[in-house]
């Protein structure tokens, strides 16, 4: 197993998810990430069709490389697009680049080589297959045997999938020799279903669990939870709201925020490796990284379990899993 450290960048954002960052800020980000001790780093082709690996490699290629880990993906190759418009999938750039699914031999070995250019960096440290959930019998019979293939042969050091749903991720976990999984979104302070099948599958295997999506997109990510925070990018169900504002108050009552109690309900359970976070400024990564350093009084995680605001499955600090 890979030794991950206990939390990374998610530089999605750095592809200009939903929202434009300039170049200046991005690497001012990855500056400031540097600067708190964060050397983890997760990219993807997908984010921003490229630009966030740019930025990536831009910001890291003069440190040295022996002291980072970075991350990167395949299954979707960046070809030309019209570059009339803009890019339709969530990302704040033009489309002059636009993906196409590829989950064989061929494309992946072709991805990582793009990638390297990108990064303008030599090797990469982990190679995840991304999103294929609507693709598995393709990524089974070529994307993920070439990804081992390759870590045979050195060109890289550990492979695994990222998705969002965890169905899929046990099946290949069962299946393959996964050093990591990444799975966003499905274990969190509102929902612990990856802890159903994902992570005693992943223990079995010694594959490491890296989460993403610990604030919930956005519900988890303010001490006070507003009327229009988002969930699964989207407008909070009024029930869940409410249960995130409870949260929210007796984490006050305890002299802690909801986010902190995010952040550390998260690497509680001993399956998770690492938690990556998207930030697209360095005044993001002093908070986040002020979440971490944060010493959380374990008596509000039994106020929670007290009035039952805890998922079925979530380890919090001072647990052990059952």
């Not at 966003?184 to 612990?192: E, F, I, K």
Request: proline residues 6%.
């Amino acid at each position: 197993m890979i030794d991950l450290p206990r939390w990374g960048l998610g530089a999605a954002t750095l592809g200009n998810l939903f929202t434009a960052v300039s170049d200046e800020t991005a690497r001012a980000t990855v500056d400031a990430c540097w600067d708190a001790g964060v050397r983890y780093v997760d990219t993807a082709p997908h984010y921003g069709a490229g630009l966030s690996e740019e930025r990536v490699g831009a910001a890291l290629r003069d440190r040295p490389r022996e002291e980072f880990l970075l991350q990167t993906k395949v299954g979707r190759l960046l070809v030309p697009g019209p570059g009339a418009g803009r890019d339709t999938e969530g990302f704040d750039v033009p489309d002059t680049r636009v993906r196409v699914w590829d989950f064989s031999a061929a494309g992946v070995r072709r991805s990582v080589e793009e990638s390297l250019g990108r990064l303008g960096l030599d090797r990469v440290d982990v190679a995840l297959v991304h999103d294929p959930d609507d693709h598995l019998d393709d990524a089974r019979a070529g994307a993920f045997p070439e990804l081992l293939r390759m870590r045979e042969e050195g060109l890289v050091r550990a492979v695994g999938a990222g998705m969002n749903e965890t169905a899929p991720l046990t099946a290949v976990v069962e299946e393959f020799d996964l050093d990591v999984v990444l799975v966003a979104g499905r274990y969190h302070l509102l929902d612990a279903s990856a802890a159903d099948g994902l992570f005693p599958a992943a223990q079995r295997a010694g594959t490491a669990v890296v989460l993403g999506g610990v604030f919930a997109s956005g519900l988890l990510a303010s001490a006070e939870p507003p009327q229009d925070a988002t969930y699964r990018y989207e407008q909070a169900p009024p029930a869940l709201l409410g249960r995130a504002r409870r949260t929210a108050a007796i984490a006050r009552e305890h002299g802690t925020t909801l986010p902190a109690l995010a952040v550390h309900a998260a690497g509680a359970h001993p399956a998770v490796a690492s938690v990556v976070l998207g930030m697209r400024s360095p005044e993001e990564v002093q908070h986040n990284a002020a979440l971490f350093a944060e010493e959380v009084p374990l008596q509000v995680w039994e106020a929670l379990r007290r009035e039952d605001l805890l998922p079925a499955g979530l380890v919090v600090p001072g647990e052990g899993a059952a």
